[in-house]
């Protein structure tokens, strides 16, 4: 735009809604299109370049389409990489690309040169275990010296995979000619040391120092200094050693005899303070990677059905939540997602394990040991941090340490506290293991506390939130955008807020903390809390439900105006049971109305709604962690068939995605014949919450609930979709014992039957 023929600036301060809705009709440079509608915005004319300053400092930037519509990602405890399909690192598209290790970027470009250009690209996948990343290559056409290498001569073979925060790569180059090539190839690399902060686009006044990079006899070192006074460090070793050598190229020449090969390893090192150990050669590491992943898996139950592309997407799935884990001092962790939030959060991590939790218990106990170590103990501000509470989530990059973002321990979530103790009682149901309890019994009573003194802000029986830290979380449930918490107008919500699915989750802790307190010998602790529950059930019923939507309202805003919009926030109303049976049948047949129910799943906020966009976080999209737990919802108010539904729209939305991978979200479009469900452009994929959803609607169609003190698996009314005849179900553990099961379609009915028993444990079907 311009003022008086002169360039100018133009700065528009929107939300993230507006502009999500204004950015696909501007050019590149930010001006409107010529068949644009005018747009009212504020200008401010200084400077050459149009600057988005959008209302959420913590707002994820995609200022340019992807660069790579195939990523690979790669992840192994603190470390992950994304790489393109040719399984480069170029800083293109939205940025992302890079290797990072605790919450930085050691390498920001990593790109493969064959002779003066990138190879051709044939394929790239990761492997089913998620181990390994394999790209094979070819060369081009190359003129060289008169001599002319036709494409497809030279294959190209690299491997690359992710062991204790090192990447590994193994490139194999063949000649298929009938006579000798003779080629170069080079390694073109850089270390940016960005925090994952700076990456998504937040900018920093100052950053640390470059330092100067160290070349050796075969290997380099790119050197940081934060701010946070920490040196980080990228190695990067190479054998055989390049002919050439400098800070950003390693440069090799190579003659090749018909149908000869050559070999490279390069190892690139991340390094935090002291250095680390000379690494172990490929082979030895690999191995290393291939034994720790057959042990992790052990840990899960079989599923096997008669379905090869339901396999390709439970395996996947089991193999995706199986990377995302994170060993700690307390247990194994689901860190959240790859790229923005390879972390630790309480939300998150608890509903995977919850997810999971028939299949995998051991990962609800790491998660409780995690969460009860990590409880806040005193009030602080800053932190969102009160007495009892459960963190939200937890960093450990350089603006974290220096204090510039508040998330180095944040506790800014509503619902991780009662999530905390729903998942012990649920953990103790399905396992039976009391002495754990018993350990975290004084956090799940601390927890309980901070829920009646600071989560009851004002002694209404709700719980609400109100951030305490003016650069904290505005909103704090699990929508946590700007704009996702509103009325039927369309006017955002006002702070302190309650949120209608947080009630259901205290409503659901308090019981499952009476059942704890029963198993403790604390029979007077649990009749108060059986007692709160009810309370709590009878006023919510009074107060959230609104006649006219056959619904929930979506919360209620400071005044306790009620924000009487369609949400799917009613739907995880249904998995805690606050829910009264009749009121649930008329929330399911809302949840599957075409307005909520795109085809691929429930979105978010329907489509009546005025705030609804198929294209917005949490306004409109489709979650898959959030349709299992609605689907399991349904299924414990028997709407088997609604929660068969769920499933199908998620299974068919697995055939198109690249790998099976289930990503954090997708767009809420409905359903069109012949394509598949929309990207969101900045989604986490993967993300563990959303490869477990598989786990829990499959959980809920079958009706399945392991009680481990009991000894007793459960199938209440099976149902199993079109989709799916038969399903082995192998190595199910309860306490000491386990057992196989062999469940077939029969109709509208399920047989379950008994493949292998051993020890003590029983099978009940109630049809």
Not at 125 to 151: H, K
């Amino acid at each position: 735009m311009a003022a008086n023929g002169m360039a100018a600036s133009v700065v528009w301060r929107v939300s993230r809604e507006l502009w999500e809705s204004i950015e696909p009709i501007l050019m590149k440079d930010g001006t409107p299109k010529a068949a644009a509608p005018p747009l009212s915005v504020a200008a401010a004319a200084e400077g050459q370049t149009n600057v988005v300053v959008v209302e959420d400092p913590f707002y994820i930037v995609a200022p340019s389409p992807q660069a790579d519509e195939q990523n690979r990602v790669l992840k192994h405890g603190e470390t992950f990489v994304v790489f393109d399909h040719h399984g480069d690192i170029r800083p293109a598209g939205l940025g992302e690309e890079g290797l990072y290790h605790e919450g930085t970027r050691f390498l920001s470009t990593s790109v493969l040169r064959l002779g003066k250009g990138r190879p051709l690209f044939l394929s790239s996948t990761v492997q089913d275990n998620n181990a390994l990343l394999t790209v094979d290559l070819t060369n081009p056409d190359i003129f060289r010296d008169g001599v002319m290498v036709s494409r497809g001569t030279l294959h190209l073979f690299r491997s690359k995979f992710l062991h204790d925060g090192r990447c590994y790569e193994r490139l194999r180059l063949r000649n298929y000619g009938l006579i000798p090539v003779t080629t170069s190839f080079a390694l073109q690399f850089r270390a940016d040391f960005a925090d994952i902060f700076e990456v998504r686009g937040m900018k920093r006044e100052r950053r640390g120092d470059d330092l100067p990079p160290i070349v050796g006899d075969g290997f380099v070192v790119l050197s940081y200094r934060g701010l946070d006074r920490v040196e980080r460090r990228t190695r990067l070793e190479f054998v055989p050693r390049p002919a050439r050598l400098s800070g950003s190229e390693a440069s090799f020449e190579v003659t090749l005899p018909p149908q000869g090969e050559m070999t490279l390893y390069m190892t690139a090192s991340c390094e935090v303070g002291e250095n680390l150990p000379a690494p172990p050669g490929y082979e030895s590491a690999a191995v290393l990677t291939r034994e720790e992943g057959r042990a992790g898996r052990k840990r899960f139950c079989h599923i096997f059905t008669s379905n090869e592309q339901f396999n390709d997407w439970v395996n996947r799935s089991l193999s995706d939540v199986q990377m995302m884990i994170t060993d700690t001092r307390e247990g194994p962790y689901p860190y959240a997602g790859v790229p923005w939030f390879s972390t630790a959060f309480g939300r998150d991590g608890i509903l995977t394990a919850l997810e999971c939790l028939w299949v995998n218990p051991t990962l609800a106990r790491g998660v409780l040991g995690y969460l009860a170590a990590m409880q806040a103990i005193e009030e602080r501000p800053e932190q969102d941090a009160e007495p009892g509470k459960i963190l939200h989530e937890t960093r450990n990059g350089e603006m974290a340490a220096c204090s510039e973002i508040p998330f180095g321990r944040y506790y800014g979530s509503v619902d991780s506290t009662p999530l905390f103790v729903l998942l012990a009682g649920a953990y103790h149901e399905r396992t039976g293991d009391t002495a754990f309890i018993q350990r975290i019994w004084p956090n799940v009573e601390r927890a309980l506390s901070w829920i009646d003194r600071y989560g009851d802000r004002d002694g209404d029986g709700f719980v609400e939130y109100c951030r305490e830290s003016a650069d904290g979380l505005v909103h704090q449930g699990w929508k946590d955008s700007h704009d996702s918490v509103f009325h039927a107008d369309g006017t955002l919500a006002e702070a302190p807020i309650a949120l209608c699915e947080v009630q259901g989750y205290v409503y659901a802790a308090k019981r499952y903390a009476a059942n704890l307190a029963g198993v403790l010998g604390q029979k007077e602790r649990a009749s108060q809390l059986l007692a709160q529950a009810e309370t709590l059930r009878q006023r919510f019923e009074e107060v959230f439900w609104c006649e006219d939507l056959s619904t929930y309202a979506l919360a209620l805003d400071g005044s306790k105006r009620p924000c009487r919009v369609r949400t799917s926030n009613a739907g995880q109303c249904l998995f805690t049971g606050i829910v009264g049976p009749e009121r649930a049948k008329r929330v399911a047949q809302t949840l599957l109305r075409e307005d909520s129910f795109s085809g691929w799943g429930i979105r978010t906020v329907a489509a009546s709604e005025v705030r609804y966009n198929p294209m917005s976080y949490h306004n409109g999209s489709i979650w898959p962690h959030d349709n299992a737990l609605i689907a399991y919802g349904l299924s414990r108010y028997r709407l088997l068939e609604p929660a068969g539904k769920v499933l199908t729209g998620l299974f068919d939305a697995s055939l198109f995605l690249d790998l099976r991978r289930m990503p954090e979200l997708f767009c809420g479009f409905p359903r069109r014949g012949g394509e598949g469900p929309t990207g969101y452009p900045v989604a986490c994929s993967p993300q563990a919450w959303s490869a477990a959803s598989v786990f829990m609607v499959l959980q809920a169609c079958l009706g399945l609930r392991i009680f481990g003190a009991e000894r007793r698996v459960l199938f209440s009314y099976p149902l199993l979709p079109e989709s799916l005849q038969e399903i082995q179900i192998t190595g199910v553990r309860v306490g000491e014992a386990s057992v196989d099961l062999y469940l077939e379609r029969h109709g509208q009915d399920v047989g379950v039957n008994v493949l292998k028993r051993e020890g003590d444990v029983e099978v009940v079907v109630v049809k």
